[in-house]
């Protein structure tokens, strides 16, 4: 049963129930006609109530049938919404929770709408690149005024229905209910009402027949197309909100819709639309792992210990704070700890000046946090998270200790970036509760989180670390063991090849501005000097030793011999100015680079953008390759969240294996082959990884 029929008296209620919230997939559409028809058809229904079970009036489309014919077979929602507005008896929307999308769409067909307050209230499609699609263009500017309507169809936000029901003159909401509690009754006892205010045979008010005009007509629509160009330069969607909802005010409503349609269809195979779509399923399937399943039991994870107080412990445990979890720091000597605080405070200071944080809640956050400078203090929490310096001989007597005095079924993780977290894991008596948690600078900003699952990880284990990033706000990615896991492991071909580049002919403005074109959010200079040059340097002199026959530019090194390790000492690849992330180019630099072209012997070459920009991707789509028929990965999408969330990859490019699927994996191969004929490239590297070349031969996609 995907919506239940019931017959309280002279009201029929139809309640959507199709968890988790209430989708708009086939058969709930099926049944809400079914439920209309059937009230239609008996006498002693005098009006109907149309409202969602559980946990939503209704959340929009069902997204379990995107792509699937599914989404538009009849009755599709627009159909569904007519066969509302055409019902003999007054139908009575009553919303609560979650209105949103088609959901708000179909409340929008009802003659009447009551809604519970803490509702909230959106049409959210332009954040998957596309329009409301089932009138909300139309309808919304009708009941709520042109302007409010179009903020919340670009913004996408939801609003609470009770600040909706404050607004002057709004036809969105005839009432509002005293309480969530209180709203299937006073919605049975409005639909009477209205019964019997239509019992003279009055037509239903309907949303369509309303007027639709902004009184500074032109002038408002300039002013808003002026406002969109400006934050959302890589999407079409939101100016087309702002063609639709203009055409509700010029068109008549039947061609208003039409207009919608268009655009919503022509939206749909865009190729940034397609990318949202792909990240919204990519996010959500990230969070599930093959052999483990959804109901694995978890560990309660009620307080937390963090290991070093320094650049990533402080961010990791603002996470925890954040989330209302008590955390304790342990630290070597009392002045780190006392640094270590001391960032948190600043960090949490700064947001109460802009206004994001209130005062009683920084300070409800920083009662949460501990110190200590004893291990025997942290035995009782219920998940460590290691963040010290990153060597292993450190790591060793860590973990030696953690094991001496964490409890048992402690949950042991470690934020290495580099080391081997099987190796970790074996320092200690109970690998089966250790596992990486890798977060990313500045921890407390940054959404990515891989979780690093070594051989002996305990199922239950990394499902507990899996709810546990939910509950902290990050969006995690399962990898498993190998140098630099996913996401460091696939940078360092893309750095790679940013030094080949300089040693063949680019400055790295150059290359930065043509990676910045892309949408990349830095190019990979000014990354490297944000990250800092001396820790690629530190990986560099490591490879020298295990993997000597790998090619590296030298211009790198050169770049960390003159102390020129980024914007932490103001010079990297660039100067800069105190307090200031602006990048200047700097001559001594660049006749570095030159020298050391003459050097090698190498006359520079003009390279095109598209080049840099195919090197420098497609390297990163060949390691992910290898990466996903290692099974480091596994599934292509969870290396497409990696870099979206952990590596600023433009989103309307959906990350780095989807546009490889959009540039077609034959062309992406083509390119390859052409790269691996340069002589100052790496002809080894740019071999196409077996999987790659087998999807390309199949004609197939990632
Ligand atoms: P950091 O040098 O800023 O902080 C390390 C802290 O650990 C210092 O405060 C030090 O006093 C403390 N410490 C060292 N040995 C200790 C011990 N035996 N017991 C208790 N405390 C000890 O280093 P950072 O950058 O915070 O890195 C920590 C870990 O996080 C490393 O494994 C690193 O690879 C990893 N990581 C770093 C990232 C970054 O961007 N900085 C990103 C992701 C991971």
Redesign the pocket.
């Known amino acids: 049963m995907t919506a239940e029929y019931q017959v309280h008296g002279d009201v029929a209620v139809i309640a959507l129930n199709n968890p988790p919230v209430n989708g708009l997939g086939l058969s709930t559409r099926q049944a809400i006609v079914e439920g209309l028809e059937k009230a239609e058809n008996d006498p002693a229904v005098k009006a109907i109530v149309l409202t969602g079970a559980g946990k939503a009036f209704s959340g929009g489309a069902d997204i379990r049938e995107f792509g699937s014919p599914k989404a538009i077979q009849e009755p599709n929602l627009l159909s569904v919404i007519t066969r509302v507005e055409n019902t003999s008896k007054p139908v009575i929307a009553a919303v609560h929770s979650v209105c949103m999308g088609g959901g708000l769409e179909l409340a929008l067909g009802a003659h009447y709408r009551i809604a519970a307050p803490g509702c909230n209230v959106a049409l959210p499609e332009v954040k998957l690149g596309l329009i409301p699609g089932a009138g909300g263009t139309q309808r919304l500017p009708r009941v709520l005024g042109v302007e409010a309507a179009l903020n919340m169809i670009i913004s996408g936000e939801p609003v609470k229905s009770e600040m909706l029901a404050q607004l002057p003159g709004q036809k969105l909401f005839d009432k509002l209910s005293a309480s969530a509690e209180s709203l299937a009754e006073e919605a049975a006892a409005f639909a009477r009402e209205m019964a019997a205010k239509h019992a003279d045979g009055s037509a239903f008010p309907l949303v369509r027949n309303l007027p639709c005009k902004h009184k500074d007509g032109d002038a408002y629509f300039q002013f808003a197309r002026n406002m969109v160009k400006g934050m959302a330069k890589n999407f079409p969607a939101p100016a087309k909100c702002v063609d639709a909802v203009e055409a509700a005010t010029k068109k008549k409503f039947a061609d208003g819709m039409a207009f919608e349609r268009e655009i919503f269809i022509n939206l749909m195979w865009t190729p940034e639309c397609k990318s949202l779509r792909h990240l919204f399923t990519a996010e959500r399937a990230a969070s599930k792992i093959p052999d483990v399943p959804e109901d694995t039991p978890k560990r309660a994870i009620e307080s937390v210990a963090v290991?070093?107080?320094?650049?990533?412990?402080?961010?990791i445990s603002m996470n925890f704070l954040n989330a209302g979890i008590p955390v304790k720091m342990?630290?070597?000597?009392q002045d780190?700890l006392d640094?270590?605080i001391g960032v948190i405070r600043k960090n949490y200071e700064a947001q109460v000046k802009k206004g994001k944080l209130k005062q009683d809640k920084y300070e409800q956050r920083m009662s949460l946090l501990s110190t200590t400078l004893s291990y025997d203090e942290i035995g009782s929490a219920d998940l460590v998270i290691?963040?010290?310096?990153?060597e292993i001989g450190?790591?060793e007597?860590?973990f030696k200790?953690l094991d001496r005095v964490m409890k048992p079924g402690a949950i042991l993780a470690?934020?290495?970036?580099?080391?081997d977290v099987n190796k970790i894991a074996n320092f200690t008596k109970r690998p089966q509760d250790v596992v990486g948690m890798?977060?990313?600078?500045?921890?407390n900003v940054m959404k990515l989180l891989e979780v690093v699952r070594g051989e002996a990880t305990a199922k239950d284990v990394l499902a507990t670390v899996m709810a546990v990033s939910k509950k902290i706000k990050k969006t995690a990615v399962v990898s498993g063991v190998c140098d630099g896991f996913i996401g460091n492991r696939m940078i360092e071909q893309y750095g790679r090849q940013g030094g080949f580049l300089l040693d063949e002919g680019c400055t790295p403005q150059q290359v930065d501005k043509a990676m910045e074109k892309f949408g990349m959010a830095m190019g990979p200079f000014r990354m490297g000097d944000l990250?800092?040059n001396d820790?690629g340097w530190a990986i560099r002199k490591r490879r020298y030793e295990e993997k000597p026959d790998m090619k590296y530019s030298k211009t790198a090194d050169l770049l960390c011999e003159k102390g020129r390790f980024g914007q932490k000492v103001g010079k990297g690849w660039y100067d800069y100015v105190e307090g200031k992330r602006d990048a200047i180019p700097n001559a001594e630099v660049e006749q570095m680079i030159a020298d050391h072209r003459k050097a090698l012997g190498i006359t520079p070459r003009k390279i095109s953008d598209e080049e840099i920009v195919q090197r420098l991707v497609f390297s990163l789509v060949n390691e992910a390759a290898h990466i996903l028929e290692e099974g480091i990965a596994n599934k292509a999408s969870d290396i497409d969240v990696v870099y979206i969330f952990g590596y600023g990859f433009p989103v309307y490019r959906g990350g780095p294996l989807n546009y490889a699927n959009e540039v077609g994996l034959f062309n992406v191969v083509q390119a390859m082959k052409r790269f691996q004929k340069n002589p100052l490239d790496d002809a080894k590297f740019w071999e196409p990884a077996p999987l790659l070349t087998r999807l390309a031969a199949e004609g197939k996609t990632f």
């Open positions: 290991i070093g107080a320094g650049t990533m412990g402080g961010g342990l630290e070597m000597k780190a640094r270590g290691e963040a010290v310096f990153e450190v790591k007597a860590v200790e470690s934020n290495t970036s580099t080391l890798h977060f990313f600078s500045p921890a990250a800092g820790i």
